[in-house]
């Protein structure tokens, strides 16, 4: 019997397709390590976003790969999972404690920005990384009933705040803040302004990625939120509904002026399924959500469905992923957080830390 090489094993293994990314792992250059001896083989594979749900997946397609060569006897596959800090806007610098914000937004509101937003947080988590989420909704935060937290933030240092814990993730909102019935009359800079004290003013730590709840629109707010704050990527909320879509559009326009990349868009009340008879209906209109990725040559990371529970589970402070995690919605809400991660990973590391720092002394 012929012996195994490590330079047979390769092309096979390259080619295999991770699902979360849709990409060789060849391509991705995920395949860190082929050892052989004798016939055993150990393989190695890093990933470069959270994807722990499907590395039992994974592993079989990678057996299933090396025993298409004879002779291939005990098989060992580590899966492990790196995450680093990914560019931002030029002239932005990365927060610290933070590798990657992701921005959630909408063009209007009613459209399920916030439960999005929790439930890709949540679903982060889910699948291996360590999330934070910020509520940068000054006139209408909702996290803290969303993900069941209150009270105020404590402080170790007199200078920056503690963030909230629910479900694993860390939080903060102006709604901590604040009596839930206090109304945030504040301009505009002064919005924004306590926006970032919020952001820059929490001690977050060691996160993966921070999920970032925009506020509705596309006004002065937003507008200077995407230029000061380093974001990696955004994610547009909208539903099919056409007049959804218009304002959506503007969200997505207003990212790229600003240099934020488009990560994809997400179509809530995709359908309506009768509980009582399964009937499915089109309340608000079918394939908006897919023909806007079209139009902006974007992808479509997900649609869900006009769901009782999803609601529910949101107004209980328990979101869907944490109330159902192995429900189907829930599922539906994992792969969106794959695509988001995987595209992040796909995109220019930042090497800002690694330049050196340059000082100009007046000299005499």
């Given at each position: 019997m012929n012996a195994i090489s490590e330079a047979q094993l390769q092309p096979l293994l390259q080619a295999v397709v991770d699902s979360g990314s849709s990409r060789t792992l060849g391509d991705a250059r995920a395949l860190k390590s082929v050892k052989v001896d004798g016939g055993d083989v150990v393989i190695d594979v890093e990933l470069g976003y959270p994807a722990a749900s499907q590395h039992?997946?994974?592993?079989?397609?990678?057996?299933?790969a090396a025993r298409q060569l004879p002779g291939v006897g005990n098989i060992s596959v580590s899966i492990t999972t790196r995450i680093v800090a990914h560019a931002v806007q030029r002239g932005v610098q990365l927060l610290p404690g933070v590798k990657n914000i992701i921005a959630v937004a909408?063009?209007?509101g009613g459209v399920g920005k916030s439960t999005?937003?929790?439930?890709?947080?949540?679903?982060?988590?889910?699948?291996?990384?360590?999330?934070?989420?910020?509520?940068?909704?000054i006139y209408g935060p909702s996290q803290p009933l969303m993900l069941g937290a209150s009270g105020r933030p404590e402080t170790l240092d007199g200078q920056t705040m503690e963030p909230h814990i629910a479900h694993g993730l860390q939080v903060n909102s102006i709604g901590f803040l604040v009596d839930d019935d206090q109304a945030m009359i504040w301009r505009g800079p002064m919005a924004?302004?306590?926006?970032?004290?919020?952001?820059?003013?929490?001690?977050?730590?060691?996160?993966?990625?921070?999920?970032?709840?925009?506020?509705?629109?596309?006004g002065d707010i937003q507008?200077?939120?995407?230029?000061?704050?380093?974001?990696?990527?955004?994610?547009?909320?909208?539903t099919p509904q056409?007049?959804?879509?218009?304002?959506?559009?503007?969200?997505?326009?207003?990212?790229?002026?600003?240099?934020?990349?488009?990560?994809?868009?997400?179509?809530?009340?995709?359908?309506?399924?009768?509980?009582?008879?399964?009937?499915?209906?089109?309340?608000?209109?079918?394939?908006?959500?897919?023909?806007?990725?079209?139009?902006?040559?974007?992808?479509?990371?997900?649609?869900?469905?006009?769901?009782?529970s999803i609601r529910a589970q949101a107004d209980s402070g328990t979101p869907t992923v944490a109330a159902e995690p192995d429900g189907e919605v829930a599922g539906?809400?994992?792969?969106?957080?794959?695509?988001?991660?995987?595209?992040?990973?796909?995109?220019?590391k930042d090497y800002s830390a690694k330049f050196p720092s340059i000082s100009i002394s007046k000299t005499t």
């Open positions: 039992a997946a994974l592993r079989t397609a990678l057996v299933a909408s063009g209007k999005t937003a929790a439930n890709l947080a949540l679903a982060l988590a889910a699948e291996g990384a360590r999330v934070g989420m910020l509520d940068a909704d924004t302004q306590a926006l970032e004290q919020l952001l820059r003013q929490t001690r977050w730590q060691e996160l993966d990625y921070l999920i970032v709840d925009m506020p509705p629109g596309t507008l200077t939120l995407s230029q000061r704050v380093p974001v990696t990527g955004a994610v547009i909320v909208t056409d007049i959804a879509l218009i304002d959506a559009k503007k969200g997505l326009k207003m990212f790229e002026k600003v240099g934020v990349p488009i990560l994809g868009i997400v179509e809530n009340m995709a359908l309506h399924v009768c509980a009582n008879c399964g009937h499915v209906e089109h309340i608000f209109g079918a394939e908006g959500g897919a023909k806007m990725a079209a139009q902006y040559g974007t992808e479509l990371l997900g649609s869900l469905p006009l769901a009782m539906i809400y994992k792969a969106l957080a794959r695509k988001v991660s995987a595209k992040i990973a796909a995109q220019g």
